[in-house]
């Protein structure tokens, strides 16, 4: 940031404007730090995929276009809050666009699963994904064996609880395609007697 104190330019520039131009730089090495920290952090859990409505990235996005727009807009406008409120619509739009692309992503997958029949999956395996009460008490979620199918589906079980990595298989469907699960029982050595 003390480079830009001995670029001439800069030093030309009033208070209003060289504190624009701190907030652009600052601000995209900001977003650049939340970008890289974002791209190596290896913590992500594909199981708690639910979107928040504001994170780092959104924020730093919005700043960083916000502070860069309103430089480009100050050039052609004179007034400096003018070429803010100017940049204003575009640091929104960029900031958020991508939160509601993927919520309308989101909403067209987990909704209906028009290409899946639901008949297929009795008999087939797969896993819990999500904890399920016992005696029918409450949903939870599996991910079936099953190449056509999604990636979630509702389930019930009918007896036991199962727990999230529990393996199961679906052995009825509710008219609201709900899948009725039990837990897979392995076979092992049988022992002689």
């Known amino acids: 940031m003390l480079c830009l104190l001995y670029i001439p330019y800069f030093s030309e520039l009033t208070w209003a404007e060289q504190l624009l131009w701190a907030f652009a730089v600052i601000s995209s090495m900001l977003w650049v730090v939340i970008m890289v ?11 708690d995929q639910r979107l928040r409505r504001i994170d780092a990235r959104s924020v730093m996005t919005f700043f960083t276009v916000l502070g860069w ?3 480009l807009a100050h050039i052609w406008v004179v ?37 899946f029949d639901y008949r297929e999956a009795i ?29 979630e589906l509702v389930a019930v079980s009918a007896n036991v609880e199962l727990r999230a990595g529990d393996s199961v298989r679906v052995v009825d469907i509710t008219q609201d395609n709900v899948l009725i699960v039990e837990p897979l029982q392995q076979a092992g050595p049988v022992g002689i007697e």
Do not use: C, M
């Open 37 to 47: 920290v974002g791209l190596f952090s290896g913590s992500h859990d594909y199981r």
């Open 69 to 71: 727009t309103s430089v």
């Open 79 to 115: 007034d400096l809050r003018l070429s803010i409120l100017y940049a204003f619509p575009f640091a929104l739009l960029a900031g958020f666009l991508p939160h509601f692309v993927s919520r309308l992503r989101r909403r067209a997958k987990v909704g209906t699963h028009a290409n």
């Open 123 to 151: 008999s087939s395996t797969g896993e819990v994904l999500q904890y399920i009460p016992p005696h029918s008490a409450g949903y939870g979620k599996v991910h079936l064996n099953l190449r056509i199918a999604p990636n």
